[in-house]
């Protein structure tokens, strides 16, 4: 297929029993089909409406049995693109569909739509901001080891009868999302256990993730390990995005008597030095491990 559509808006839909894409020129409305391959990652979400200016286009893919449809997003766009790294299957991405043979045609009139689509002067090559939401909140997920929630204020590990002794003695981790500065998402490959892992701001991540009260592991390989991205996601949209310009230093003002911001850095410090004590005494840290952590966190306190 070639030369410009006949459709001036460039409509153009494909729709199977994995999910329904439509593009009326300006927004690119991605459905979740109904079939039982769909992964509850892509039900839950539900359906996602991307404007042309979040992406570049569409690819085509075609295989033996049957092709793939993908979009390609842009730097910086989606919190969800961002937090999964790839590592999404296919069932689960909601930014791929599976194509059968006899739907091929709709497919490449769907990818022309886009690619012969005129594009404003001022469409950005990426993204200093999230132009995508992220998945919605209040979201919650059970695996064996915890139960991780996210509300929009705060995220929330209540361990589990899988989760090792010192973790099960915490009962349950919280963490303010204010105190976080990032998180590491990556689901199970093979015999390769994944995590969810959130980096509290000025605490090293220098624990294993089996002696990481901040971080849950993901040793199965099920649909509802795949969901924890979903908590991922809702809380990297709601950080500062890793491309923002940097805000200026404040002006120096030094005081006598230590701010509010500098005594939670301590009370935080000390906290976490008390975690360590516990999981060393249990036997979940050697010497070894142990006295790196500590210094690293000794360090934090003299500056």
């Not at 766009?77 to 043979?101: C, I, K, W």
């Not at 132009?131 to 997920?141: I, R």
């Amino acid at each position: 297929m070639s030369g410009p559509l006949p459709y001036p808006s460039g409509m153009a839909e494909i729709s199977s029993p994995f999910g329904t894409w439509t593009f009326d020129g300006e927004v690119l409305r991605i459905t979740p089909g109904s079939h039982r391959r769909v992964h509850k990652v892509r039900k839950t979400l539900g359906e996602i409406a991307l404007p042309l200016s979040t992406f570049t286009g569409l690819s085509y893919e075609p295989g033996r049995r049957s092709g793939k449809l993908r979009v390609r997003l842009k730097d910086g766009a989606d919190p969800l693109s961002l937090v999964a790294g790839g590592h999404l299957p296919t069932n689960a991405d909601p930014y791929q569909l599976t194509v059968e043979p006899e739907q091929q045609q709709a497919a490449e009139y769907l990818v022309d739509a886009v690619r012969f689509t005129r594009r404003p002067d001022d469409d950005p090559e990426s993204f200093d901001r999230y132009a995508l939401p992220g998945p919605s909140v209040p979201v919650t997920v059970s695996v064996g080891e915890a139960t991780v929630s996210c509300d929009g204020r705060r995220v929330v590990m209540e361990w589990g009868w899988q989760a090792p002794e010192a973790k099960r003695k915490l009962r349950r981790t919280e963490l303010a999302l204010d105190a976080i500065e990032g998180v590491d998402w990556l689901p199970t490959i093979g015999l390769n256990d994944g995590l969810l892992r959130f980096r509290a701001r000025d605490v090293p991540t220098t624990l294993p993730p089996e002696a990481d009260p901040h971080c849950v592991r993901l040793v199965w390989g099920t649909e509802n390990e795949l969901m924890t991205v979903l908590v991922a996601a809702a809380v990297v949209a709601r950080l500062p995005h890793p491309n923002a310009p940097a805000e200026p230093e404040p002006e120096d003002s030094s005081a006598s008597a230590p701010d509010a911001s500098t005594l939670d850095e301590v009370d935080g410090v000390l906290r976490r030095l008390r975690e360590l004590g516990d999981l060393h005494r249990d036997g979940i840290l050697d010497d070894a491990e142990f006295a790196t952590a500590k210094q690293a966190l000794l360090r934090r306190l003299s500056g």
